[in-house]
């Protein structure tokens, strides 16, 4: 995963540090200051009024104390020789009301000033679009430390008073223009997220933030939320079928909902290849989601059978159909069930697609449009369940209300699961590891687990480190090699598409692999020349030394093969994305 850009102390301006610290102490001190001026004040002047013989009262004193903060002291206290009580408060009270005023100025034209701020704002991510999804967004990234810029075009809204609490500065206007993102900032920012309530608006986005990546030291990552789920897949194939090295933007696309699917089945049924049924409450997005996301496991894993799979809402066929046209996939992989009940329907209430030849599902999972409805129809079904172990999973909207509610009171329920959708899929981990993200991780991986059947380890090898702890030059290798696959494919006359059933069966030539191993290792060597890496006779990575900085012909035959393995490697990588090769020519 992409390693996060936080709020380092030496690359901070002083002065934005000491303003955020000093927020959080603004009003007690304030507050406490006024107080102790009141008071000596009052003392201060009640001392002088004695020392000079004035008659006073209470409210006499009190009124003249007031009128320190009005910048102005009447009557017969305005006589030489004043207690230092009086000289004190006489200080403090117009420094309270300078300072008041000015904070006051500052609350009435904030925007303005936000809009100041952001264009210093360095290493920063830029949501666009605060609603809902760039709420928790902002939120998740400023947990880790991650300074962030939002773009609001809504003005005065619920979720940028919650996100200025939070401290993110704000630039107003629209985020298609690129005035505004430069008032953003964009090229200094190291992620752009679209995250509107309109595809095309995200879209256009995207075009316009290309714009800012030329010229810069690393490349500028933008990720774009698309709501169509076809919209979504179409565009991420076009986005690797493009041939690009070292490409100085990175575009990625997002679905909330596909998300959410994949992340309930890998933590409630981790092993799909050994599962034999599963039940899905509802025909929602999230809910057909998940059903193409366990055919894509199970065929992966290519488990004997198809995976049972009982869709239960008011008139689920129409759903079932669409799937198995959308996604042959699935009908391959999975024997898909429809079962038509409503939730206030008997047959609902007796769950008897819960159990097939005696045996429970393996998960439940209750994906309703209504946070309520899909709470009742979880505890209806895990009371049918009984004693069993199987997990019944209910996703929601939001961590609050009946989220907290499940995890607030566990007993009875143990098997009973919330799953906070915005919460869990617009976390910085997940959101940042994105199709190419993960195609980088995946081919690094596959490179250690060849290492270590060699019987090296990080000892001999430091590329072998796990992702996290692998340094972010070499993690930025990985994702460039990820980002060759469109030249490797257009080298090799073939583009990407869906995956079908027997897509993943694909296999280069011998004379292709050879070819293509060779384009590997030029893009390698161009690689390592831009990050500094010279010829020497052993490999030293302190010193970026490597004695493979030679061109093809002159490899030995083991170096040849880490090359000729990531291209045969290759339509299984994209195949377990959901994705395979076809030849074109």
Same mark, same amino acid.
């Given at each position: 995963?992409r390693?996060?850009?936080?709020v380092h102390?030496? &690359?901070?301006?002083?002065?934005?540090r000491?303003r955020?610290?000093?927020s959080?102490?603004?009003?007690?001190v304030?507050?406490?200051?006024?107080?102790?001026?009141?008071?000596i004040?009052?003392?201060?002047i009640?001392?002088?009024l004695e020392?000079i013989?004035?008659s006073h009262?209470?409210?006499?004193?009190?009124?003249?104390d007031?009128?320190?903060?009005?910048l102005q002291?009447? #009557?017969?206290?305005?006589h030489p020789?004043?207690p230092?009580?009086?000289d004190?408060?006489?200080?403090?009270?117009?420094?309270?009301t300078s300072?008041?005023?000015?904070?006051?100025?500052m609350?009435?034209?904030r925007?303005?000033i936000?809009t100041?701020?952001?264009?210093?704002s360095?290493r920063h !991510?830029?949501?666009?679009?605060?609603?809902?999804k760039? *709420?928790?967004?902002?939120r998740?990234?400023? @947990?880790q430390g991650?300074r962030?810029? $939002?773009i609001d075009p809504?003005?005065?809204?619920d979720?940028?008073?919650?996100?200025?609490d939070?401290?993110?500065?704000?630039v107003?206007?629209d985020?298609?223009s690129?005035a505004?993102?430069?008032?953003a900032?964009t +090229?200094?920012?190291?992620?752009?997220?679209?995250?509107a309530?309109?595809?095309? !608006?995200?879209?256009a986005?995207?075009?316009v933030?290309?714009?800012?990546a030329?010229r810069?030291?690393?490349?500028?990552?933008?990720?774009?939320? /698309?709501t169509?789920p076809?919209?979504?897949?179409l565009?991420r !194939?076009?986005?690797?079928?493009?041939?690009?090295?070292?490409?100085?933007f990175?575009?990625?696309f997002?679905?909330?909902?596909?998300?959410?699917?994949?992340l309930m089945?890998?933590?409630?049924?981790?092993d799909?290849?050994a599962?034999?049924?599963?039940? /899905?409450?509802?025909?929602? #997005?999230?809910a057909?989601h998940v059903? !193409?996301?366990?055919?894509r496991?199970?065929? @992966?894993?290519?488990?004997a059978?198809p995976?049972?799979?009982?869709?239960v809402d008011?008139?689920?066929g129409?759903?079932?159909?669409?799937?198995?046209?959308?996604?042959?996939? &699935?009908a391959e992989?999975?024997?898909?069930?429809?079962?038509?009940?409503?939730?206030?329907?008997?047959?609902f209430?007796?769950?008897?697609?819960?159990?097939h030849?005696g045996r429970?599902a393996?998960a439940?999972?209750?994906?309703?449009p209504d946070?309520g409805?899909?709470l009742?129809a979880?505890l209806? *079904?895990?009371?049918?369940? $009984?004693?069993?172990?199987?997990?019944?999973v209910v996703?929601?909207?939001?961590?609050s209300?009946?989220?907290?509610?499940?995890?607030?009171d566990?007993?009875?329920?143990e098997?009973?699961?919330a799953f906070?959708?915005?919460e869990r899929t617009?976390e910085p981990?997940v959101?940042?590891r #994105?199709t190419?993200?993960t195609?980088?991780r995946?081919?690094?991986e @596959?490179y250690?687990a060849k290492?270590?059947?060699?019987g090296?380890?990080?000892?001999?090898?430091p590329?072998?480190?796990?992702?996290?702890?692998?340094?972010?030059?070499?993690?930025e290798s990985?994702?460039d090699?990820?980002?060759?696959?469109?030249? +490797?494919?257009e080298?090799? #006359?073939?583009t990407l598409e869906?995956?079908?059933?027997g897509g993943?069966?694909?296999?280069f030539?011998?004379d292709? /692999?050879?070819h293509?191993?060779?384009?590997?290792?030029?893009?390698?060597?161009?690689?390592?020349?831009?990050n500094g890496w010279t010829?020497?006779?052993? +490999?030293?990575?302190?010193r +970026?030394? &490597?004695p493979?900085?030679?061109?093809?012909?002159?490899?030995?035959d083991?170096?040849?093969?880490?090359?000729?393995d990531?291209?045969e490697r290759?339509p299984g990588f994209?195949?377990?994305?959901g994705?395979?090769?076809?030849?074109?020519?």
């Amino acid at each position: 995963m992409r390693s996060l850009p936080r709020v380092h102390e030496g &690359t901070t301006p002083w002065f934005f540090r000491a303003r955020d610290r000093w927020s959080d102490v603004e009003w007690p001190v304030v507050t406490l200051v006024l107080i102790i001026t009141l008071v000596i004040g009052y003392v201060g002047i009640a001392e002088h009024l004695e020392a000079i013989g004035a008659s006073h009262g209470v409210i006499d004193v009190l009124y003249v104390d007031i009128q320190l903060f009005a910048l102005q002291i009447s #009557g017969s206290v305005a006589h030489p020789g004043y207690p230092w009580t009086l000289d004190v408060a006489r200080v403090l009270a117009p420094l309270v009301t300078s300072y008041t005023a000015l904070r006051g100025l500052m609350l009435v034209f904030r925007d303005r000033i936000d809009t100041f701020l952001a264009r210093f704002s360095r290493r920063h !991510v830029i949501v666009a679009g605060l609603g809902e999804k760039g *709420l928790t967004m902002a939120r998740g990234l400023r @947990a880790q430390g991650v300074r962030v810029v $939002a773009i609001d075009p809504d003005g005065e809204s619920d979720q940028r008073v919650q996100a200025r609490d939070l401290r993110v500065r704000f630039v107003e206007g629209d985020a298609r223009s690129e005035a505004t993102l430069r008032r953003a900032n964009t +090229k200094r920012a190291t992620t752009v997220i679209a995250a509107a309530a309109d595809d095309g !608006v995200n879209a256009a986005i995207a075009v316009v933030a290309r714009r800012f990546a030329e010229r810069r030291d690393e490349p500028l990552r933008c990720l774009a939320h /698309i709501t169509d789920p076809e919209l979504c897949n179409l565009l991420r !194939v076009r986005e690797l079928s493009i041939g690009r090295e070292h490409a100085s933007f990175r575009l990625d696309f997002f679905n909330t909902e596909e998300t959410a699917a994949r992340l309930m089945l890998l933590e409630h049924v981790p092993d799909v290849g050994a599962a034999s049924d599963l039940v /899905i409450v509802g025909s929602t #997005g999230v809910a057909q989601h998940v059903v !193409v996301a366990a055919a894509r496991l199970r065929h @992966a894993t290519g488990a004997a059978g198809p995976l049972r799979i009982h869709l239960v809402d008011e008139d689920p066929g129409p759903v079932v159909e669409s799937l198995a046209a959308r996604h042959p996939l &699935t009908a391959e992989a999975c024997d898909v069930h429809a079962v038509r009940a409503s939730l206030t329907s008997a047959a609902f209430s007796r769950g008897e697609f819960l159990f097939h030849d005696g045996r429970p599902a393996d998960a439940v999972f209750a994906c309703l449009p209504d946070d309520g409805d899909a709470l009742a129809a979880a505890l209806t *079904l895990h009371r049918v369940l $009984a004693d069993q172990p199987t997990p019944v999973v209910v996703q929601t909207t939001d961590d609050s209300g009946l989220a907290s509610l499940l995890r607030a009171d566990r007993a009875g329920f143990e098997t009973v699961h919330a799953f906070a959708m915005y919460e869990r899929t617009c976390e910085p981990e997940v959101l940042l590891r #994105g199709t190419s993200e993960t195609l980088a991780r995946a081919m690094h991986e @596959a490179y250690v687990a060849k290492e270590v059947a060699l019987g090296r380890s990080t000892s001999d090898n430091p590329s072998m480190a796990d992702w996290m702890d692998l340094p972010e030059a070499l993690r930025e290798s990985n994702r460039d090699q990820a980002a060759h696959i469109g030249v +490797k494919l257009e080298a090799a #006359g073939c583009t990407l598409e869906r995956l079908v059933p027997g897509g993943e069966s694909f296999r280069f030539t011998d004379d292709e /692999i050879e070819h293509l191993a060779e384009l590997e290792h030029g893009r390698w060597n161009r690689d390592r020349e831009r990050n500094g890496w010279t010829f020497g006779p052993t +490999k030293d990575p302190v010193r +970026k030394v &490597t004695p493979h900085l030679v061109p093809w012909d002159e490899l030995s035959d083991e170096i040849k093969g880490y090359d000729r393995d990531t291209v045969e490697r290759l339509p299984g990588f994209l195949a377990t994305l959901g994705y395979q090769i076809h030849r074109v020519r």
